[in-house]
Nanobody
Framework: QVQVVESGGGLVQPGGPLRLSCAASGSIFSIYAVGWYRQAPGKQRELVASITSDDKTHYADSVKGRFTISRDNAANTVYLQMSALKLADTAVYYC?????????WGQGTQVTVSS
């Protein structure tokens, strides 16, 4: 069975850093891209950042320059390094693996930016 597990969320002060991890396991055939999404209360889920199999990256305008997505292929892990966090970054962050066999989602990890 395919499993996608996010970790690294927590409480962080405004301006602080936080690194999220997305670890995939199981048989996922031909991964096209991995994306980080987030959903804040009362808002729709939005794409935050993504990285393709050929290392092309995309960032939402709201996080560009503050967040960095990267991968560790050996560990089957994609990271989202977040810096200069704002209150508006508070959300549940989800990892999505887009592959030939379908989309796989993690359970989400809560990021709360607060003083």
């Amino acid at each position: 069975q395919v499993q996608v597990v996010e970790s690294g969320g927590g409480l962080v002060q405004p301006g602080g850093p936080l690194r999220l991890s997305c670890a995939a396991s199981g048989s996922i055939f031909s991964i096209y891209a991995v994306g980080w999404y987030r959903q804040a209360p009362g808002k729709q889920r939005e794409l935050v950042a993504s990285i393709t199999s050929d290392d092309k990256t995309h960032y939402a305008d709201s996080v560009k320059g503050r967040f960095t997505i990267s991968r560790d292929n050996a560990a089957n892990t994609v990271y989202l390094q977040m810096s200069a966090l704002k209150l508006a970054d508070t959300a549940v962050y989800y990892c999505n693996v887009n592959s030939l066999s379908g989309d796989y989602w993690g359970q989400g990890t809560q990021v709360t930016v607060s003083s």
